[in-house]
């Protein structure tokens, strides 16, 4: 039987996953303590998306009790001494998963159906996400929403792991998302595209703590 990765040091809460480095560093200043990092390698060149990697990274390092998870670039989270790497199902067939584990990388994987839950707890993981919990327009997804109801059965089959709720969740949404049972609630829009970011990301954290899970 495989080993478990790294727990959290801390808890999960309010999760913005967002698409640069300097986002991740803005948000840790604005007291997040836990961001992932997105960056889609379409979008970018290799050398760009090292340099944003080490970045987040680094952010991460110089903030007391800050969870910088890295999405997707493995290789160069693990050759960076990243906190955490986030992965899709997809991911599970090609990533050296016994390197982050010896390297004590803290990881988190996305599921999507129990089935997918099922196998994602195989691998003993730091924390699971489910999702997406609404529809989202941000990236095509092959999957229907899971809804407030599932979300909390399939919070339940995830024990002993912390569940990570994302998709489609607006600053309105997160209070009863919170209220399923989850220990994090992640944010792709609700922060990035906001009027005022650091509004939005203070008022996420004062929602997150206002409903007992």
């Known amino acids: 039987m ?6 959290l040091v801390g808890r999960i809460g309010f999760y913005p996953v967002v698409p640069t480095a300097a986002w991740v560093k803005r948000l840790l200043g604005w007291g997040v303590r836990t961001v992932q990092l997105r960056i889609k390698a379409a979008d970018n060149t290799p050398a760009d998306i090292a340099a944003e990697v080490l970045a987040a990274i680094e952010a991460g390092q110089a903030v007391p009790g800050a969870q910088v998870f890295i999405n997707d670039h493995w290789q160069l989270a693990l050759a960076s001494g990243a906190y955490g790497v986030h992965l899709g199902q997809e991911d599970l067939d090609t990533t050296d998963i016994a390197a982050l584990r010896s390297a004590g990388i803290r990881l988190g994987l996305s599921t ?3 089935a997918e839950l099922a196998r994602a707890k195989a691998v003993r993981p730091s924390y699971l996400a489910i999702g997406p919990i609404y529809p989202t327009t941000l990236k095509v997804m092959p999957y229907q929403a899971v809804g407030l109801e599932r ?4 919070a339940k089959l995830a024990v002993p792991y912390p569940v990570v709720a994302i998709g489609g969740i607006s600053l309105e949404r997160l209070p009863g998302v919170r209220a399923c049972g989850v220990d994090g609630v992640a944010v792709v829009s609700a922060v990035t595209l906001a009027d005022n970011p650091e509004q939005a990301a203070r008022h996420g954290l004062k929602l997150f703590d206002a409903v007992a899970p």
Not at 2 to 7: E, K
């Open 2 to 7: 495989s080993a478990d990765f790294a727990p």
């Open 112 to 114: 999507h159906t129990p």
């Open 151 to 154: 979300l909390a059965e399939w």
